[in-house]
């Protein structure tokens, strides 16, 4: 079993920035990626950014390209997301989640089928 914990949510005002940290447990061997969700008040769950763990090769959502950047920490088991420039609809729970199937094309962890294991969330606000 795997455990993943989500920390560094909080307030913050537009054009701030937020690191989240999100630190798997337990059986963590077969990992092949990690991804950071977001679900904003009244919407689907939608992709934000995903990253390989063994060659760190990275992917984003559209709407926060050039503004987030994920990284991991293998020695750590910690996958990290550092938000800049925020923006008012940033505002969400973020969850983190673990992926044990290998692909090759790293935009195929855009898909949240292609997860097993979530956190239970942190939540980011970023007021106007």
């Known amino acids: 079993q795997v455990q993943l914990v989500e920390s560094g949510g909080g307030l913050v005002q537009a054009g701030g920035s937020l690191r989240l940290s999100c630190e798997a447990s337990?059986?963590?061997?077969?990992?092949?990626?990690m991804g950071w969700f977001r679900r904003a008040p009244g919407q689907e769950r939608e992709f934000v950014a995903a990253?390989?763990?063994?060659?760190?090769?990275?992917y984003y959502a559209n709407s926060v390209r050039g503004r987030f950047t994920i990284s991991r920490d293998n020695a750590k088991n910690t996958v990290y997301l550092q938000m800049n420039s925020l923006k008012p609809e940033d505002t969400a729970i973020f969850y983190c989640?673990?992926?044990?199937?290998?692909?090759?094309?790293?935009?195929?962890?855009?898909?949240?089928?292609?997860?097993?294991?979530w956190g239970l969330g942190t939540q980011v606000t970023v007021s106007s």
């Open positions: 337990g059986r963590t061997y077969g990992t092949y990626a």
């Open positions: 989640a673990r992926s044990r199937n290998y692909y090759s094309d790293v935009e195929r962890y855009g898909r949240s089928r292609e997860y097993y294991n």
């Open positions: 990253i390989t763990w063994r060659d760190g090769n990275t």
